[in-house]
């Protein structure tokens, strides 16, 4: 089945520096890479997703590269702000219907003011 | 505006009595999903329904049931609680299995005494 490794686990950045979490996934069939941001107490709320067709995609901050030749994918945030300060979870999904989401194991991200 | 619902938020019990978590949504998704989720650790996915479709994931414990009654309602019943199911449980649903966006609700946080 397909697994999922995220890395680091912890991440300390001074605001208005950018946080960079990577992922890589086993399973060359996923095609769909969720991210989820999850603040203390609270569920996990979808941030940003891509599918296998396309290599980048960006909202404002935020922004999620894909690399399937490497099975890779990356998020990115830009001028980060101490409310970024969360944990947040990547996941692959394979487009069949029985096949759940496979997530990370999450990296906390600490944003200093 | 609460899409996914559960209740309660905070739940204690004692080692072996039943207890029910419950979850609404009002996005009228075909599919639910229950998750584990223990400290600093990433959602793990107990089961799901597809409609009226239940399907456990292998390595779910006996010990963990859910119904879902109708389209809105899923309940999720561990019937003999132990220490190590003390967990956050998060409800989470999905337009269509596959590819598509886990709205999740809060989690209800179990405690067993």
């Known amino acids: 089945g397909e697994n999922v490794e995220q890395h680091p686990s912890t991440l300390s950045v001074q605001e208005g520096d950018s946080a960079v979490i990577k992922c890589t996934y086993s399973d060359s069939a996923s095609n769909y890479f969720p991210w989820y941001k999850q603040e203390l107490g609270k569920g996990p709320q979808l941030i940003i997703d891509?599918?296998?067709?396309?290599g980048e995609k960006k909202d404002q901050r935020i922004a999620v590269t894909l690399n399937k030749t490497a099975k890779h994918f990356s998020l990115h945030i830009t001028e980060t702000q101490p409310e970024d300060s969360a944990v947040y979870f990547c996941?692959?999904?394979?487009?069949?219907?029985?096949?759940?989401?496979?997530f990370g194991k999450g990296t906390r991200l600490s944003v200093i003011a | 505006d609460a899409m996914v619902i559960q209740n309660p938020r905070y739940q204690v019990t004692q080692f072996g009595k039943p207890v029910t978590l419950s979850c609404s949504q009002t996005l009228n998704h075909n599919v639910m999903y229950w998750y584990q989720q223990k400290s600093s650790q990433a959602p793990k996915l107990l089961f799901h329904?597809?409609?009226?479709?239940?399907?456990n994931e292998a390595d779910t414990p006996d010990n963990f049931q859910s119904r879902r009654p109708n389209t809105s309602f899923c309940f999720l019943d561990i019937r003999s609680p132990g220490l190590g199911d003390a967990a956050m449980y998060l409800c989470a649903t999905s337009r269509d299995r596959g590819p598509y966006e886990q709205y999740f609700g809060p989690g209800t946080r179990l405690t067993v005494t």
């Open positions: 329904y597809y409609d009226k479709d239940f399907n």
């Open positions: 996941a692959a999904s394979i487009n069949s219907g029985n096949t759940p989401l496979v």
């Open positions: 891509i599918r296998s067709n396309v």
